[in-house]
């Protein structure tokens, strides 16, 4: 059965650093998004994109980060300047059509800690 | 900004005992998605739903869009269903989702 993977599964990184998390989506889906889970909290929404375009972003999707399709099947989360606060499991997923109307897959996770 | 509730917060059960975890949102959406968290942190997506009812093996996932209300059904319980279920909403007004802080449920043997 198709999955969602991502890579690495554990990233540490010291706090000003850069990081980019990768994610590969089902091969034939076009809706991806990424969330993030901050330790004992609830899963929260960061963006999502299609057609080569962010199509969703929430406030937590400030200037630090960003996203790209570099070709054609990596989807990737870059964090500019990571800061304490930033340590989370990021959780990449997607869908064959619009997620509200599409069941989602979910990648395991890259769980990253900022020292 | 809708607020997603979700009850009980945590759930002990015997096993073969039926399960009911709730979710509450206070605004409208266009649909409702139950997914299962692993201990290992793991997701995967149980139903999603915009209406009516959804059945798959022992799991049954309601809605009641009038009552802004969603519940979730395990029937003959199993250690193995251990984990935390996650009610997450998309609104009306756009394709972002709000979550749930989640249910932990531990199905004792």
């Known amino acids: 059965e198709p999955e969602v993977t991502q890579t690495p599964s554990h990233q540490v990184t010291q706090m000003g650093q850069e990081v980019i998390l990768r994610c590969v989506p089902i091969?034939?889906?076009?809706?991806f998004y990424w969330y993030r889970q901050i330790l004992g909290q609830k899963v929260e929404f960061l963006v999502s994109?299609?057609?080569?375009?962010?199509?969703?972003k929430s406030e937590i999707f400030d200037d630090q980060f960003s996203v790209e399709r570099p070709d054609g099947s990596n989807f990737t989360l870059k964090i500019r300047s990571t800061k304490l606060e930033d340590s989370a499991m990021y959780f990449c997923?997607?869908?064959?059509?619009?997620?509200?109307?599409?069941?989602?897959?979910f990648g395991p996770g890259t769980r990253l800690t900022v020292l | 900004k809708n607020e997603v509730e979700q009850s009980p917060q945590n759930l002990t059960a015997q096993e073969g005992e039926f399960i009911t975890i709730n979710c509450s949102y206070s605004?409208?959406?266009?649909?409702l998605h139950w997914l299962q968290q692993h201990p290992g942190g793991g997701i995967v997506s149980l139903f999603m739903?915009?209406?009516g009812k959804k059945k798959h093996g022992r799991l049954i996932a309601t809605i009641n869009i009038q009552e802004k209300h969603s519940s979730l059904h395990i029937t003959a319980s199993h250690p193995r269903d251990s984990a935390v279920y996650i009610c997450a909403v998309a609104l009306n007004t756009g394709n972002q989702f709000y979550f749930g802080t989640g249910t932990s449920l531990t199905v004792i043997p």
């Open positions: 739903l915009s209406s």
């Open positions: 605004v409208g959406i266009s649909a």
């Open positions: 091969s034939n889906h076009l809706y």
């Open positions: 997923a997607s869908s064959n059509q619009m997620g509200a109307s599409d069941t989602q897959y």
């Open positions: 994109f299609y057609n080569n375009e962010i199509s969703e």
